[in-house]
């Protein structure tokens, strides 16, 4: 039986294999070292927030920088550091810090490359958490990928498996643009297959993870297992749902959403964000755009309403998508 880790611990090897295979790669933020001891081996190792860059101090005590609790300061810092020849991996603790530090990312590094005519590069990539499931509140459970991918020059990924967090971590990493890594908290501690070794996933192309030939289930990160639990459910309503996975919001992979609008002529997607100016929109519009004559149904969006996320645990499950509010919305347009 193939080994299986946790999403934290295939991030974790990405970030050993990235710095091992080139030294010009560092991590930065706030206490991804721990903030602590650095004498001997007692080294405090916190590993950041949710302990996914614990052991890299010791490792690469040269290449393992805690910064101040200054979100502005420290992508400000990564952007210079990846202008400049290094390739730093930024840890955002939440995506919700966005507003914070927006300015390096939308002004800066988004724009170089393209107004220094090619010839700049930014080999930036910030990790951030994204979405809810463990009652963070309003302040630290949103789901701004949206706001990154309308960024042109930006890139932004989010992984739904642990398999693909690392090949996927290990292309941003390598990737001479500026890459948004989110990690949603719905599949940190989720269990699967991973690969020893070096590998990379490429960016813009997605994955179909269950083959389907009634409806379509779009999703994203922790909607993916919401998507395949939904088609579960509709099997015995006599409904094959195939599900999509995009793995990387931009770029998108156009073609893979239309195949599979085109084979099953009925899409649903699944997203964690609130729904105006979001990626289900966008997928949706899409679908309209340049798919209009395969659609046998209006395209549904499963999303969190237009409001903050709630704190209380019963109204936070009621916020997000859930295979319930998916199979609901299948049936809806099969009726």
């Known amino acids: ?94 995506i919700d810090f966005i507003g914070v530090c927006l300015d390096p990312l939308l002004n800066q590094a988004a724009k170089l490359r393209y107004m220094f005519g090619g010839k700049a590069r930014v080999p930036l990539t910030v990790r951030t958490l994204t979405g809810g499931g463990m009652q963070a509140a309003a302040q630290h459970s949103q789901s701004l990928y949206g706001l990154t991918t309308s960024i042109p020059g930006l890139k932004t990924v989010i992984p739904s498996n642990p398999a693909d967090a690392k090949g996927l971590l290990l292309s941003a990493i390598r990737d001479d643009n500026p890459v948004i890594f989110c990690e949603a908290k719905g599949i940190l501690a989720v269990k699967g297959e991973v690969p ?42 006599g409904v094959s749902a195939e599900v999509l996975d995009l793995r990387s919001l931009e770029p998108l992979d156009e073609e893979a959403i239309l195949a599979t609008l085109e084979k099953t002529g009925s899409l649903v997607v699944v997203d964690e964000a609130t729904p105006r100016c979001g990626i289900a929109s966008d997928v949706a519009a899409l679908c309209v755009d340049r798919g209009f004559d395969f659609l046998n149904t209006p395209v549904r969006r499963v999303t969190a309403p237009h409001a903050p996320c709630p704190f209380s645990k019963p109204l936070e499950d009621a916020y997000r998508p859930s295979a319930q509010s998916v199979v609901a919305a299948v049936r809806e347009l099969r009726q």
């Open 1 to 94: 039986m193939a080994r299986q880790i946790t999403t934290t611990e295939a991030i974790n090897e990405a970030l050993h294999l990235a710095m091992q295979t080139d030294p010009d790669v560092i991590v930065m933020g706030e206490d991804v070292a721990g903030g602590g001891d650095r004498q001997g081996d007692d080294v405090d190792e916190m590993g950041g927030i949710m302990g996914t860059t614990r052991g890299l101090i010791k490792a690469f005590p040269d290449r393992v920088l805690d910064t101040p609790i200054s979100e502005m300061g420290l992508i400000g810092t990564a952007v210079g550091a990846a202008a400049t020849g290094l390739r730093p991996v930024a840890e955002l603790m939440f």
């Open 196 to 237: 020893e070794g070096d590998y990379e996933v490429p960016l813009g192309k997605a994955n179909v993870v269950r083959d389907g030939s009634d409806v379509s289930l779009v999703g994203m990160g922790a909607t993916v297992e919401i998507a395949l639990q939904a088609a579960k459910l509709l099997e015995s309503d």
